[in-house]
């Protein structure tokens, strides 16, 4: 069975510095995974996906992620935070094509100035 | 790009009774759509897989009489809460998978607070 494991809770930073947000996988065979990213009172957005092609990928707003297969790990990193990136930020797992998602518990961004 | 829509957004209802709540996909067909529920500062669990000509599928521990879905035709699906409660207070959101590989289109959900 799948699942992701995110790693911390809440994470706080200072405008302008490096954000990591750390998401590690289980899964019994090459996984999907994405980032999800949750404004308050919004809808989801995608920020990135992994479907097996480049280990590094790169999405949208500043954010990419690193798959390695390795370490079973996802982590989701921006070199510069802004404060509109402050949201609730969900690592998550495919059962396969076309079915529902696993989510994991969400970290919390704080972007302080 | 494609949209998934909700309605309604906010539903505030007294115990004891019903609110449906509708999901469709405004520009693409989809025969399947998936509900989820998140609570107060926790994540999205998946309730049920919505099919559009047979029954829907309820994960374990999700009661189908309780929440009953149709999936009326291939653009709209509906979850309706039935003698609903203040535990069933909370954030529905619905998804639908698009034609790219691994895309999912989600609702801007609906908050429902059981009174």
């Known amino acids: 069975a799948q699942s992701v494991t995110q790693l911390d809770s809440h994470v706080s930073v200072s405008e302008g510095t490096p954000v990591l947000l750390r998401c590690n996988y289980s899964?019994?065979?090459?996984?999907?995974l994405f980032w999800y990213v949750q404004h308050p009172n919004k809808g989801l957005q995608l920020l990135l996906k992994y479907t097996s092609a480049a280990t590094l990928v790169k999405g949208i707003n500043g954010f990419e992620a690193e798959f390695k297969k390795s370490e079973t790990s996802f982590h989701l990193t921006k070199p510069s935070a802004h404060m509109s990136d402050a949201a609730e930020y969900f690592c998550?797992?495919?059962?396969?094509?076309?079915?529902?998602?696993?989510f994991g518990k969400g970290t919390t961004l704080s972007v302080s100035s | 790009g494609a949209v998934v829509s909700q309605h309604p957004s906010w539903v505030i209802c007294k115990s004891g009774t019903s609110v449906k709540i509708e999901c469709r996909s405004l520009d693409f067909q989809a025969t399947t759509m998936f509900w989820y529920r998140q609570f107060p500062k926790q994540s999205l669990m998946l309730m049920a897989t919505?099919?559009?000509?047979?029954?829907?599928?309820?994960e374990q521990g999700v009661e189908k009489d309780k929440f009953l879905i149709n999936h009326a035709s291939l653009t709209l699906s509906t979850l309706t809460v039935t003698s609903a409660h203040p535990e069933d207070s909370s954030f529905y959101i619905c998804?639908?998978?698009?034609?790219?590989?691994?895309?999912?289109?989600f609702g801007p959900g609906t908050r429902l607070l059981v009174l």
């Open positions: 998804s639908a998978p698009g034609l790219a590989e691994e895309t999912q289109y």
């Open positions: 899964s019994s065979y090459s996984p999907s």
């Open positions: 919505s099919n559009e000509g047979s029954k829907a599928t309820y």
């Open positions: 998550v797992v495919s059962r396969q094509a076309g079915t529902a998602l696993i």
